[in-house]
Structures are given as C-alpha cells and as structure tokens.
C-alpha cells in the first residue's frame, strides 16, 4: 500500500497550491479519501473528506469556501485546492485512506509565509 503526495512548497498568503495524493496497493473506489494536517506539538487534524463516489465532500470550518477536495477513481489520485492561503494554514499535510483499514500517506509540508 502505498499514499504519496506532492505538491506542497512555500507560498505568500492570499496564493493558492493544490495537493495530490497517488494510491497503490488497495482498492482505491472503496475507501473515503481525507486530508489531514498537523503541525507540531499539536494532533493531526482533519481537513477535508470525500466519500468514495465522490457525492459527498466534509470540510473543517476553518477551510471551508477556501479548500476543495476531489478525487478522480480513474487515475487513483485524490487533490486538495487550497485557496486564500493563511499564514495558520501552514502544516504537513497528509493524505489518508479511510476503510476497513486506515492508510497514511509520508506528508508535504505547506509554508504560507511572506
């Protein structure tokens, strides 16, 4: 099982960047996909989810009408658009498959920094 994201980097608030996580080794359409962050000293908190179809989509309040996670079954990959990016946005983000089983991704860090 493999969750790899890319993606992250350094950015001035107000930018944008958009996250992508690549499955491999499970059976991708089956599990919810979320994004998580955590910075440190702190637990790792939800972002955003996306059921397995797609048709339903869960945002934490403090991203809400900025972020917008998406999935595409076809090519394994689920993304998270983080727009009007704050300085407190900044963490490592990390991509999760929820299932009968939880799988993480190795995280991206997101700097929003002038």
């Known amino acids: 099982v493999q969750l790899v994201e890319s993606g992250g980097g350094l950015v001035q608030p107000g930018g944008s960047l958009r996250l992508s996580c690549v499955a491999s080794?499970?059976?991708?359409?089956?599990?919810?996909m979320s994004w998580y962050r955590q910075v440190p000293g702190k637990e790792r908190d939800l972002v955003a989810s996306i059921s397995n179809g797609g048709d339903t989509t869960n945002y934490a309040d403090s991203v809400k009408g900025r972020f917008t996670i998406s999935r595409d079954n076809g090519k394994i990959t689920v993304y998270l658009q983080m727009n009007s990016l704050k300085p407190e946005d900044t963490a490592v983000y990390y991509c999760?498959?929820?299932?009968?089983?939880?799988?993480w991704g190795q995280g991206t860090q997101v700097t929003v920094s002038s």
């Open positions: 999760a498959a929820v299932g009968v089983r939880v799988y």
């Open positions: 080794g499970f059976a991708f359409r089956r599990y919810t």
